[in-house]
């Protein structure tokens, strides 16, 4: 199996992350690829029409997208239970807030990137970052009972969620006010692979 991919990305270390804790490194290639909104990446494109990473492409040649397909997937081949059938709505809920965090802080990314500084909407990333104040404001109030008890994918997608925003928009201090989600966060990246997949440029 082959995984097309960039370190940077969020979704993407949802299954990097994935895939230390399990142990399928051995089975699965990495192929790192540079890509954005506005100059997307042959590999990428060629197995996903969207164009958006990541991507797994299988042993016959199908591929596989997006971030929760994969580890729902990874999850059956690896038997690691991390989406447990006796409350997995509650742990798709929580990936689905964690995914939602990751969308809206990643369209800031690229409006304050790839955007020339004159198109610019900071209203714009205004509205997305309120998005992300919400969020973490309902994390940080425990309104999600996957956040408790073992660990499960939900977790694991909520923490790399976090870590986004520490790596690209730390000025904005999701920390302050949300001390109980900065303390379980504090927990969390004492995960081994977690700490292996900490994003980079």
């Known amino acids: 199996m082959k995984l097309v991919y960039s370190p940077p990305s969020p979704f993407v270390r949802k299954v990097t992350t994935f895939i230390h804790h399990v142990g ?9 690829v540079k890509t954005t909104a506005l100059s997307v990446a042959e590999e990428a494109r060629a197995a996903n029409p969207l164009g958006k990473i990541p991507v797994m492409i299988l042993e016959d040649g199908k591929s596989m997208f997006d971030s929760r397909v994969i580890t729902r997937y990874l999850d059956e081949l690896a038997g690691s ?7 997995i709505y509650d ?3 929580l990936e689905a807030l964690a995914d939602g965090i990751m969308e809206s802080a990643v369209s800031i990314t690229y409006e304050s990137k790839l955007r020339p500084k004159n198109e610019q909407s900071a209203s714009w990333m205004d509205a997305q970052w309120s ?4 969020a973490v404001k ?11 008890g073992e660990l499960n994918m ?17 000025g904005r201090q999701w920390r302050n006010g949300n001390s109980n989600l900065a303390s379980w ?4 990246m004492k995960l081994p692979a977690l700490i292996k997949t900490i994003p980079t440029d």
């Open 24 to 32: 399928l490194n051995d089975r699965i290639e990495l192929i790192n």
């Open 91 to 93: 742990i798709l809920t």
């Open 138 to 148: 309902a994390l940080n109030d425990r309104k999600f009972q996957a956040m408790d």
């Open 185 to 188: 966060n504090e927990e969390m």
């Open 131 to 134: 998005k992300v104040h919400h």
């Open 154 to 170: 939900g977790q694991i997608a909520v923490a790399c969620s976090l870590g986004y925003l520490d790596f690209r928009h730390d």
């Open 81 to 87: 239970n991390l989406y447990p059938k006796h409350n």
